[in-house]
């Protein structure tokens, strides 16, 4: 027969792995989480840069769609980030004005854009001869406050897109 002190350590230990495995289920989603289903989910949609083709040398603009896929409304505004891989390299050598994001609710979709001229939010992308890798960011984290938005999921805030920028006729 067990002693009393066993069954108090056995019924800890159950305890204890009762709740490692509910939080195991809750974060792969098969429970489900009230936090999680009532947040905003933001994602990028419709990358395009017009004209098309892009030719070095001559004014273009970067357009995008930003949505909000979750359940629930933003309570506030937020920033959208345009990256560009200058040289195919990797890395992301140019970067856009962010972009004010307004609170958008569930369902809802706004447009940014950014131009290499204009009175647009602007980006400082003189294109050369080539592939280039252009990266959109929703939801950007920032110090501001006023701009940060809690989300259901933040690992599909960005969406990526190839541009081919030929010679300039």
Same mark, same amino acid.
């Given at each position: 027969? +067990?002693?009393? /002190?066993?069954? @108090?350590?056995?019924?800890? =230990?159950? %305890?204890?792995?009762?709740?490692?495995?509910?939080?195991? *289920?809750?974060?792969?989603? +098969?429970?489900?989480? *009230?936090?999680?289903?009532?947040? !905003?989910?933001?994602?990028?949609?419709? =990358? /395009?840069?017009?004209?098309? !083709?892009?030719?070095?040398?001559?004014?273009?603009? @970067?357009?995008?769609?930003?949505?909000?896929?979750?359940?629930?409304?933003?309570?506030?505004?937020?920033?959208?980030?345009?990256? @560009?891989?200058?040289?195919?390299?990797? #890395?992301? #050598?140019?970067?856009? @004005?962010?972009?004010?994001?307004?609170?958008?609710?569930?369902?809802?979709? &706004?447009?940014?854009?950014?131009?290499?001229?204009?009175?647009?939010?602007?980006?400082?992308?003189? !294109?050369?001869?080539?592939?280039?890798?252009?990266?959109?960011?929703? *939801?950007?984290?920032?110090?501001?406050?006023?701009?940060?938005? &809690?989300?259901?999921?933040?690992?599909?805030?960005?969406?990526?897109?190839?541009? %081919?920028? +030929?010679?300039?006729?």
């Amino acid at each position: 027969m +067990l002693s009393r /002190r066993t069954h @108090i350590t056995i019924i800890v =230990i159950l %305890t204890l792995l009762l709740a490692a495995a509910l939080a195991v *289920a809750r974060g792969k989603g +098969l429970l489900g989480s *009230a936090t999680s289903a009532s947040l !905003p989910d933001y994602v990028v949609e419709e =990358i /395009r840069v017009l004209p098309s !083709p892009v030719q070095a040398g001559n004014p273009y603009t @970067i357009h995008a769609v930003v949505r909000n896929l979750g359940a629930a409304g933003a309570t506030r505004g937020s920033y959208v980030q345009v990256s @560009i891989d200058a040289d195919n390299d990797g #890395d992301w #050598d140019t970067l856009g @004005i962010p972009v004010i994001l307004a609170a958008l609710p569930a369902g809802a979709s &706004q447009e940014v854009r950014w131009e290499n001229g204009g009175e647009t939010p602007q980006v400082d992308w003189q !294109p050369q001869v080539g592939m280039h890798r252009i990266r959109i960011c929703a *939801a950007i984290p920032t110090e501001d406050a006023d701009f940060q938005v &809690q989300e259901a999921d933040t690992l599909n805030n960005c969406s990526e897109t190839t541009v %081919t920028v +030929l010679t300039k006729e």
